[in-house]
């Protein structure tokens, strides 16, 4: 189980890692290359895009310390939304080559988060009998005490 969520986690980071240097490229490529931006930065487009990377970085986290259940959910829930807001992204306008790259990579992150959790089965816990506290296999019947 913990190695389920360390690895989301993992995937987690390298998406928010993948996302932040997507944004830093753009950006440099709109002042340093084109020197004009087909963007028109606002504080409400910047908030925005703070707002679209936010629940990565929170699943960072929320990856390591949910319930099985609920880190499945989450993680399909917002592995998957963020995955279709990034295919959406790569049809508006003409992405940079190192946009393109960059995204490409993020969505097939989103789908390796999507499928590790869809995967993801935690083992048994073994049932105990509440009166012996012995251990009690898939039968029903409390296994005996070692001799």
């Keep these: 189980m913990e190695d389920m969520r360390r690895g989301l986690s993992t ?3 390298v998406y928010v890692l993948n996302s932040a240097y997507g944004d ?3 950006l440099y ?7 004009v931006s087909p963007i028109h930065y606002t504080p409400a487009f910047v908030l ?3 707002l679209l990377v936010e629940p990565a970085i929170i699943m960072v986290l929320l990856a390591r310390i949910l319930n099985p259940s609920a880190n499945r959910r989450a993680n399909m829930l917002v592995g998957g939304i963020l995955t279709a807001i990034n295919v959406g992204t790569l ?13 490409s990579a993020m969505i097939a992150i989103g789908v390796a988060i ?3 959790a869809w995967k993801w089965v935690e083992p048994a816990t073994p049932q105990t009998d509440p009166a ?10 409390p ?3 070692p001799a």
Excluded: E, K, M, Q
């Excluded at 490529?29 to 020197?35: A, E, G, K, L, Q």
């Excluded at 012996?132 to 019947?141: E, K, M, N």
């Design 11 to 13: 995937l987690w980071i």
């Design 24 to 26: 830093i490229t753009t």
């Design 29 to 35: 490529n709109h002042v340093y290359i084109d020197h």
């Design 48 to 50: 925005f895009g703070a």
């Design 91 to 103: 049809f508006v306008g003409t992405p940079t080559l190192a946009y393109a790259f960059l995204t």
């Design 114 to 116: 999507v499928w590790c």
């Design 132 to 141: 012996s506290g012995r251990g009690v296999p898939a039968s029903g019947a």
């Design 143 to 145: 296994t005996r005490a």
